[in-house]
């Protein structure tokens, strides 16, 4: 998602043809939105200005309670003129399986290959006209996620494991090796587990959920080790807060995420209807790195009292199903960062952050 560039864009525009070559698959193919279970690797990133769409060739096939989609993603695209052998562009290789009946829910599985372009990590070529300029920068991702309701209770649990070469010799934890292929050895796993009282007065609801996203030490960053999980194409409001402040978790960024320390969100979560049509909920989070920063070396500005404490999120939102086509939506959320959080960010200042917003959400 780019919410930057001034251009005029279509954010869809494909056709999908059924049964393609008489064989059990849909085809589609153009600019289309590509989301796989609840937006954890691949989402549409939902209502930033920047909503992500990809230049893509899907097929399709199902069959009794079995799903299956393959992707290619043309993630990014030089021109011919500089780029005559294709070095700088990004390509995505995705491949899906869901079935459904399986312990009260779904199992999905996911493989999705990201190829910078770079090609072979052995060396920084330099030059013009198509020559690597950097590392490669490549991701291969495995997992699974299983997701449903058992005695009642509403569950989720998922893991993710991801490989390759790592582009991350500035700006990360620790001091990399410049020139020097980095190996790329992340995971991330999530559990979620609610329940909802229908029959009861308000409908109330409570969900617990933790996640884990490894993270990169200074150690590993003298073994030319990057260990900080990725999160590809997600939707990260739907997940870690929706102030958006760790939606570039994956990277070494010193304004978005963690600067590659990795991240743990725990968080409860409250739902109550209070009359018809009105639905009033609440999330808390907790956030830590998942690495130790105490005494680092990778931030100017870390004190050697510093924790893996980051801060908290508290998010408070309020609907309306005004009428059959119109839905209202207030809502206030409060940041409050801890010394951690404002030592390994450039962008974090001392006070807390507030944020109000209404929205109106109307088909017609």
């Avoid at 959920?209 to 030319?224: C, E, K």
């Avoid at 009033?280 to 100017?300: C, L, M, P, Q």
Wanted: charged content about 20%; glycine content about 12%; proline content about 1%.
């Amino acid at each position: 998602a780019n919410d930057s560039d001034a251009s005029v864009g279509v954010h869809e525009a494909y056709f999908t043809l059924k049964n393609f070559a008489t064989l059990p698959v849909d085809l589609r193919v153009g600019r289309q939105e590509v989301i796989l279970d609840g937006h954890r690797l691949f989402g549409d990133t939902l209502w930033t200005m920047g909503e992500n769409s990809h230049d893509a060739i899907r097929l399709d096939h199902k069959h009794g309670n079995m799903s299956f989609s393959y992707a290619y993603i043309k993630g990014s695209e030089e021109s011919r003129q500089n780029d005559a052998n294709d070095t700088d562009d990004i390509n995505v290789q995705l491949a899906y399986l869901n079935y459904a009946g399986i312990l009260g829910g779904k199992l999905s599985l996911t493989y999705a290959y990201v190829d910078d372009g770079c090609g072979s990590a052995s060396a920084a070529n330099t030059g013009t006209n198509g020559a690597c300029t950097n590392l490669a920068d490549d991701i291969h991702n495995i997992g699974f996620r299983q997701a449903g309701q058992l005695y009642g209770i509403d569950y989720r649990g998922e893991y993710y494991y991801q490989w390759g070469d790592a582009r991350a010799t500035s700006g990360g934890t620790g001091a990399f090796t410049a020139g020097v292929p980095v190996d790329r050895e992340a995971y991330m796993f999530g559990v979620r587990v609610g329940k909802s009282f229908n029959n009861v007065m308000m409908k109330p609801s409570l969900t617990v959920w933790y996640d884990y996203l490894s993270g990169t030490s200074d150690q590993d960053a003298r073994n030319n080790e990057y260990k900080s999980f990725n999160t590809l194409f997600d939707t990260g409001h739907k997940f870690y807060g929706l102030q958006d402040v760790f939606l570039g978790v994956g990277g070494n960024s010193t304004t978005g995420g963690t600067a590659g320390f990795g991240l743990q969100d725990a968080a409860i979560k409250a739902k109550i209807s209070p009359m018809p049509g009105w639905t009033v909920k609440a999330d808390y989070h907790w956030f830590y790195t998942a690495e130790g920063v105490a005494g680092s070396n990778a931030r100017s500005g870390l004190a050697g009292d510093n924790d893996n404490d980051l801060g908290t999120e508290l998010d408070v939102t309020v609907v309306n199903k005004y009428n059959a086509n119109t839905t209202v939506m207030v809502g206030y959320s409060n940041f409050s960062a801890s010394s951690t959080m404002r030592g390994i960010r450039t962008n974090v200042a001392s006070d807390d952050a507030n944020w109000f917003y209404a929205q109106f959400h109307v088909k017609f």
